[in-house]
């Protein structure tokens, strides 16, 4: 099942989703037939349906409430094995590494690299493949890794395994790194590639129930179930606590 579909959540966003992602892959996509927008619930749906204005954006399909729980009803959703990219309803573009810069991707890199994706988890027989989380060009690297490196939410791929279910909101992609790392032994990441977007402070969608505290118990449940993988950071900006990935896997 080679046919790539483009899987986009959102919840109570019309707007940012209009004015990002879709706007983003108008410019990328020469069609719309196999993109698909996941709301909460009828409700939403009209909502979305009046905000896209009659336009064809791709198909809007009623799912469920809740991080996890849409991630797990877009999983059961698409057929086993079928090659989906998930993206987040506020990507602004991709950028690609240009030596310590970073330069907006054209349609044919955009193609390159999402097909690149699924090329290298058939090479390293797994099925969970991501970009660099950060456009930042001195960060990013000219390679492609293999290793236990977090796959960001916001932009990845999977040869769709229904088996691999989250069951925390907050951090759900870090489970899910570690999931398909430890069912597969590898997850793949392009590290010269990354989406622009802006993490942690916008309204809807996870946001409103994100906070410090659900945060932190989403990193403790991880570091009890997961200790040999996972440790706990601070971010500097907002004493945010998070997941790092120990090195050696």
């Known amino acids: ?34 993109t698909y927008i996941f709301v909460a619930d009828e409700e939403q749906k009209v909502i979305y349906l009046s905000a896209l204005g009659g336009k064809e954006r791709g ?6 409430k809740g991080m996890a729980a849409v991630r797990n009803f877009m999983t059961s ?30 349609k044919e890199e955009f193609n390159s690299f999402v097909q690149r994706g699924f090329q290298e988890c058939e090479k390293s027989n797994t099925s969970l493949w991501g970009v660099y989380p950060i456009a930042n060009g001195f960060f990013m690297k000219d390679n492609i890794t293999t290793d236990l490196r977090y796959i960001v939410g916001c932009c990845y791929g999977v040869i769709n395994d229904r088996t691999v279910k989250v069951e925390i909101d907050s951090g759900e992609d870090y489970q899910r790194t570690i999931l398909f790392f430890e069912k597969y032994g590898s997850v ?39 200790p040999q993988y996972c440790s706990l950071k601070i971010r500097k900006t907002g004493n945010l606590p998070v997941i790092r990935f120990k090195r050696g896997y």
């Open 1 to 34: 099942m080679n046919t790539i579909v483009i899987a986009i959540p959102s919840y109570n966003r019309p707007d940012i989703l209009c004015n990002k992602t879709l706007a983003t892959l108008e410019t990328l996509l020469d069609s719309w037939d196999n």
């Open 59 to 64: 198909k809007i399909i009623v799912g469920v």
């Open 77 to 106: 959703y698409f057929p086993e094995k079928q090659r989906i990219l998930y993206l987040d309803d506020d990507i602004n573009g991709f950028v690609k590494k240009d030596g310590i810069a970073k330069v907006d991707i054209t």
């Open 188 to 226: 793949v990441r392009i590290n010269f590639i990354a989406p622009k977007t802006v993490y942690w402070c916008k309204s809807g969608g996870m946001s409103n129930s994100r906070t410090i505290e659900t945060m932190q118990v989403s990193c403790d449940y991880l570091i009890e179930k997961w």
